[in-house]
């Protein structure tokens, strides 16, 4: 019944959000261009590091095309559902429009989270895996059931790591009412997320591996598409990717105590 | 005999709020160590509303009113006391008790704005359970009693803000709420509008026996909808009970203009010992007090020749200024 629910209000998200944005055809086609030419974009800056090195961090241009497969679809993702919605927190809760979402019977995280969509991220997606499509044939993976599961369950941890991330940003504004720029520094780690974690130094790697979880994001997914990675990382990924939900959704649920909502 | 509803004991609120000195060298104090003190907005307060009662919270502007309705909705968690709306503590925001109430405030929105208001409906609709032809049956309901039907389907953005505020109601009606609170919800109307929308409030009570909490800085939309008022200053309450009674202790005189036939009878009346505001040529103003009115009244017809006569009520906004700086208006 309450899946149910809550499937049946996701749906009318879809729909209204939808008609939102097709008022503003322009806005659509402007977008669905930036995709592209920021996809043009990657690529041609990733061929310029290879140019003199066959290898960058143990990885061939073409298996780093993976990782920049990897980085679209979640930019994508980011695109169409964190981005409209995640840096909207801000705004709700310095405006006091979460009062609204605080007063409805329905879970605060999913209406915050998931009320708004921008279609034209869906391109980057479907460019992403276009891209992933062509890396295996470049590649000459051999591609199988396991490999595409164990992938796909790679990308949904990331996916998650990355909103979690995002989310917990967005909820310090309730005590610091503005972190705009905290998640345009969260945007810019992820464009790191773009080369191979071994490209970079023994620290930075540290570094990006545990304070930040770049590694987990693309790098793991991108070994695993491949047929590189041990199973271990896999877990490891899974684990990480529980911890973050769990940690902001009890962070969420700690900072709505001390939300004091806009004066009127 | 209706029974409570709404439960307030010994509630209190504080805010941290930081503060600033004037100025670069201030500006630059404040953003590296900030001076933050406890403010205790809310002091100790305790009130019970009746189920299908209309309640106004008066006050001037920061008294605590609106904090008062947002720790009754759930929105903001009490320092310190006990609060009961419905059985339920509302900041636990439990389903069944979020079902049951409703929040409208005048300056903000929850209708989406590139969107027919309908899609709004719709969508809050799902949130609340409600069925499509539920839904339906209720939208059409509430459409016919605000008058709006022309405007469900026009984009928000488009609609005044009178069509916006009818559509913001509706919105945060429809899945029948037993209590609504209710936000300076005429902010910015136009008198036409704001007229319909205590029309609506008043129908809206009478037909689902709906208990309301009001703030309203509009006299107007007091006077008509409450027949008890809580006036809250700088965070206790200063009076609490019935509106006229209220009225009557801080104006205790009535005006009465009286038209006399010729001068000298308005000489006459003058000099007869009731307490006079004014006089001109055979017009004459005299204060009396609200318990002799009647008794006054007649002792004039009878004993001077009167052409016409007028009782004036004292404004009603001066009455109630004189209440949003009192501290205490007990009678």
Not at chain 2, 32 to 47: A, C, G, H, P, Y
Not at chain 2, 116 to 140: H, T, V, W
Not at chain 2, 241 to 263: A, F, Q, T, Y
Request: charged residues 20%; glycine residues 4%.
């Amino acid at each position: 019944m309450r899946v149910r629910k809550y499937l049946k209000v996701y749906s009318k998200f879809l729909h209204t959000s939808l008609a939102s944005e097709l008022e503003y055809k322009t806005n659509i086609i402007i977008d669905l261009i930036t995709a592209i030419l920021s996809l043009i974009g990657s690529i041609f800056l990733l061929s310029i590091f290879f140019q003199n090195n066959n290898r960058i961090g143990g990885w061939e241009f073409e298996q780093a095309l993976i990782i920049q497969g990897i980085y679209t679809i979640l930019n994508g993702i980011t695109n169409t559902w964190f981005n409209p919605n995640l840096t909207e927190i801000v705004k709700h809760i310095r405006e006091g429009t979460l009062d609204f979402v605080l007063l409805k019977p329905i879970d605060s995280q999913f209406f915050i989270s998931l009320k708004k969509i921008n279609p034209s991220g869906f391109l980057e997606i479907i460019l992403g895996f276009c891209l992933l499509l062509y890396c295996i044939k470049i590649n000459q993976i051999n591609f199988n059931l396991n490999i595409l599961s164990l992938f796909f369950i790679t990308i949904i941890c990331s996916i998650f790591i990355l909103y979690s991330l995002w989310f917990f940003i967005s909820t310090t504004t309730i005590w610091f009412v503005k972190t705009w720029n905290a998640t345009e520094v969260l945007r810019s780690f992820l464009y790191i997320g773009r080369f191979p974690l071994n490209s970079f130094s023994f620290s930075l790697r540290i570094f990006f591996s545990v304070f930040i979880p770049i590694a987990f994001i693309t790098t793991i997914p991108s070994e695993v598409f491949l047929g590189l990675s041990q199973l271990w990382k896999i877990f490891l990924e899974i684990l990480v990717a529980l911890l973050f939900v769990s940690t902001s959704r009890k962070f969420w649920l700690f900072a709505l105590k001390f939300y004091s909502s806009a004066s009127s | 005999m209706e029974k409570n509803i709404i439960y307030v004991k010994n509630l209190s609120k504080s805010f941290d709020v930081s503060s600033k000195e004037p100025g670069l060298k201030g500006t630059i104090k404040h953003f590296f160590k900030r001076k933050t003190t406890s403010l205790k907005v809310i002091k100790n307060i305790s009130f019970e509303i009746k189920e299908g009662e209309i309640v106004g919270f008066l006050g001037a502007n920061g008294a605590g009113k609106t904090t008062i309705l947002k720790m009754l909705c759930g929105l903001i968690y009490p320092t310190e006391g006990s609060i009961s709306v419905s059985g339920y503590l509302p900041y636990r925001r439990k389903e069944n008790f979020l079902k049951n109430i409703t929040l409208i405030m005048g300056q903000k929105q929850q209708l989406l704005w590139d969107l027919p208001p309908i899609e709004s409906f719709y969508l809050n609709a799902s949130i609340y359970d409600l069925d499509k032809l539920e839904a339906k049956k209720r939208i059409n309901k509430l459409s016919e009693m605000l008058e709006i039907d022309d405007d469900l389907f026009k984009p928000v953005r488009k609609l005044s803000l009178g069509q916006r505020m009818k559509s913001e109601l509706l919105a945060a009606l429809i899945h029948k709420p037993n209590i609504l609170f209710l936000d300076e919800p005429t902010l910015g109307l136009d008198i036409n509008a704001q007229r319909n929308l205590r029309n609506f409030l008043q129908k809206y009570n009478k037909e689902t026996n709906a208990t309301i909490c009001l703030t309203s800085h509009y006299m107007k939309d007091i006077t008509s909808l409450c027949k008890r008022v809580i006036c809250v200053h700088n965070g206790s309450i200063s009076y609490d009970g019935k509106l006229d009674l209220l009225l009557k202790k801080l104006s205790p005189v009535k005006e009465i203009l009286i038209i006399c036939r010729s001068e000298s009878d308005a000489i006459k009346l003058e000099k007869s010992g009731f307490m006079v505001k004014n006089k001109r040529k055979n017009e004459i103003t005299l204060k009396v007090e609200n318990k002799s009115i009647t008794s006054s009244l007649k002792a004039i017809l009878n004993n001077f020749d009167i052409e016409d006569l007028y009782i004036n009520e004292p404004p009603i906004d001066e009455i109630i200024g004189k209440i949003l700086i009192k501290k205490d208006c007990s009678i």
